[in-house]
């Protein structure tokens, strides 16, 4: 029995075996073929292919020298469904080729011939483009559209196309001059690296034209009789995206200049040279959407002819293959003031640390300035620092203890000194002794009582004070800001002396000047303020794929802290008018009866303020950061200077001086 059946087994198998063998029409030795085909071309590598009609090389040869203009794009290649014919088959290619930010798609179709049991590709110029003729290759011609503006309140041009004068050595033009000699002096007339210009200028060739230096036409003191007076010399007329100063925002807004090899690099074919890029800020974060789109125009042009004899044909020997027209960038819309910001940056011309302005409109958000001042070195202190906030962490403090049943005129015990787990802490020095002892919170506040507040600590908890300042606005997502930003870090957790340091603005807890002027902003509002920079973030640069968040993080979903926790989208327990109006209380009479007096003759609006001196380092005795923050009718402001000692004698003249001329 057994033997029978292993016979029937086996004679099934033969019939099995033949009926594929039957089958077997050569598909699948074609479909494989016409794998390694789309395999091979989308390497520009055809060397290994059995090719009919042309040897291997010689196909190679051509292949690459048709697609050397797209150089050093690959193209993506499928094959389509294979077709017999006997013992020829076709098959159609599906090509993707990514040409800057253009995708140019076509389908091509190849013709397969089995020769013994292999398949052969028929080679034809059409194989690699199906409009393509023998003696053809590719024409690549890109046009770039004009980067779009950034623009201000009111749509104020702060950065638009602006004249400028590209001053170098044209090495064509310097006759029997010593080139070396002529860059000598340019570079001394323009005040750049004498050694190092000298040595390009040497290094490049004969044709070349080297730049020494980029000078706005508006106000430029080099005038064109100084330059034409060194042997090959000249300034070449141009236009580029520019802000009305050279250090207008520009922590803020970033720059834009030529793309630079290693950027051109990394864009892997968005990028060719010549291309204006942004580099920082805004500039770099709305690259793609300043940019635009480069037209792109392909053709077939005949291989021997040199572009000078292209030119002169009559009528012009290209075909048009594919063509897709420039798009235009566009403009970036943000709430930034070039009077405000203007005035921000003026009044912080002669701070040597580093040091920020930042303005907001507490009805709206919109951020009117965001100066970082010429001590940042060109780092965004405004937005991005993060600092111990000192008192004016206070106004938090004080919305705590206001939740907590306390009136600005309830009383409080403000001592010379308070210890907490053997540590003591102090007043700031200077603090008057009219106001010690038993005094109403709002005169602690007005006069910065730090014990006062550090007392309360056992009625206020950490957790407490972290809701206070999401309340206004802090260590919060910003939605709306549309640019990099810190805004704030307050721990939820903290017990004994980081606890009493956090009542201060001590310890764990930082704030950048922008979070400092919205936490004053909210209270001007009457309601939690959210910032708003940018109006329409259609955009971001490649490199990032997201909008990015108010920390600068590209997510849309969570806005890391200074702690690398998650910040909540917003306060579940929003600041309210009645709080808001007793913290307005207790900030005007910092003015009116505090050390902040001096803001009493701004003129306009009644003057609220708080200020602010943080202790940092292991100095004896500390180096300290100084801080005040106003709200001044509907305008909020924050200053703050790096090591510039008390707030109210450092930041306070230049808050006073900022208030009085924006009017």
């Known amino acids: ?41 989308a390497a520009l590598d055809v060397g290994s292919l059995a090719v009919d009609g042309k040897d291997a090389a010689s196909a190679n040869e051509q292949l690459k020298a048709v697609f050397a203009v797209l150089d050093p794009a690959k193209p993506s290649v499928e094959s389509g469904e294979v077709k017999l014919d006997g013992d020829k088959a076709s098959v159609p290619l599906n090509y993707t080729w990514k040409v800057g930010t253009t995708e140019w798609k076509y389908t091509s179709q190849a013709t397969l011939k089995k020769s013994g049991d292999k398949w052969a590709v028929q080679w034809t110029p059409s194989l690699l483009e199906p409009d393509l003729k023998d003696g053809e290759v590719l024409d690549k011609t890109v046009t770039t559209p004009p980067r779009a503006d950034i623009l201000g309140a009111g749509d104020a041009k ?82 580029l995206p520019l802000a009305p100063t050279r250090t207008f925002a520009r922590a803020l807004l970033g720059t834009a200049a030529e793309a630079s ?24 974060q709305y690259d793609a959407q300043l940019r635009g789109q480069d037209g792109v125009s392909i053709k077939a042009r005949p291989q021997g002819m040199t572009d000078e004899q292209i030119k002169a044909a009559k009528p012009d020997p290209r075909r048009v293959l594919f063509a897709a027209s420039a798009k235009p960038g566009d403009p970036l819309k943000t709430t930034l003031d070039p009077r405000l910001q203007q005035l921000a940056e003026d009044t912080l011309t002669g701070v040597g640390p580093a040091s920020a302005i930042v303005a907001l409109r507490p009805s709206t958000g919109a951020v009117l300035a965001a100066a970082s001042g010429p001590g940042s070195n060109g780092y965004n202190t405004a937005m991005l620092g993060q600092y111990a906030p000192g008192s004016t962490f206070k106004i938090v403090d004080s919305l705590a203890m206001i939740r907590n049943g306390m009136t600005p005129d309830s009383t409080v015990e403000c001592t010379p000194t308070i210890t907490v787990d053997g540590r003591t802490f102090k007043n700031a020095e200077g603090y008057p002794v009219t106001s010690l002892g038993s005094i109403a919170l709002r005169d602690a506040f007005a006069h910065s009582c730090n014990t006062a507040f550090i007392s309360a600590r056992d009625k206020v908890s950490q957790a407490q004070l972290e809701s206070a300042a999401t309340s206004l606005g802090l260590a919060v997502q910003a939605p709306k800001l549309g640019a990099d930003a810190f805004l704030g870090s307050v721990p939820g957790n903290a017990d004994g002396t980081e606890h009493a340091a956090s009542m201060i603005g001590q310890g764990k807890v930082l704030l950048s000047p922008l979070a400092a002027a919205v936490m004053a902003a909210s209270v001007g509002h009457g309601a939690p303020v959210s910032p708003q920079l940018v109006l329409n973030p259609g955009s971001v640069s490649p490199s990032t794929g997201a909008t990015p968040t108010a920390s600068g993080s590209p997510s849309s979903s969570a806005s890391p802290t200074a702690s690398g926790v998650s910040a909540p ?17 207790m900030m005007r009479a910092v003015v009116t009866s505090g050390h902040a007096g001096f803001l009493a003759s701004v003129p ?8 602010g001196t943080a202790e940092f380092g292991n100095d004896n005795p500390p180096k300290t950061h100084a801080w005040i923050v106003a709200v001044h009718g509907d305008l909020a402001v924050a200053v703050f200077v790096e090591d510039g000692g008390l707030g109210a004698t450092t930041s306070g003249p230049l808050l006073k001086s900022f208030l009085t001329a924006a009017g």
Not at 17 to 38: F, H, P, V
Not at 604 to 611: D, I, S, Y
């Open 261 to 284: 090899a290693e950027q051109i690099e990394k864009a892997g074919g968005a990028l060719k040279q010549g291309d204006t890029v942004g580099t920082g800020g805004l500039q770099e």
């Open 604 to 611: 306009g609006a009644p003057v609220g303020a708080k200020t």
């Open 569 to 585: 989208a917003a306060s579940d327990k929003p600041v309210t008018p009645a709080e808001a109006a007793a913290l307005g209380d």
């Open 1 to 41: 029995m057994g033997k029978t059946k292993n016979l029937v087994l086996g004679l099934a198998a033969l019939m099995i075996a033949g009926s594929l063998s039957a089958c077997d029409d050569g598909r699948s030795g074609a479909e494989g073929a016409a794998k390694q085909l789309a395999s091979s071309l």
């Open 158 to 239: 702060l950065v638009s196309y602006r004249p400028v004068v590209q001053v170098g050595i044209d090495k064509t033009t310097i006759g029997s001059a010593d080139p070396a000699a002529s860059a000598a002096k340019l570079a001394q007339l323009l005040g750049v690296d004498e050694a190092g210009y000298v040595k390009q200028v040497q290094a490049a060739g004969p044709q070349a034209f080297v730049s020494a230096i980029t000078l706005r036409q508006e106000g430029r003191t080099i005038t064109d009789e100084q330059i034409s007076a060194i042997p090959g010399a000249r300034g070449i007329p141009d236009f």
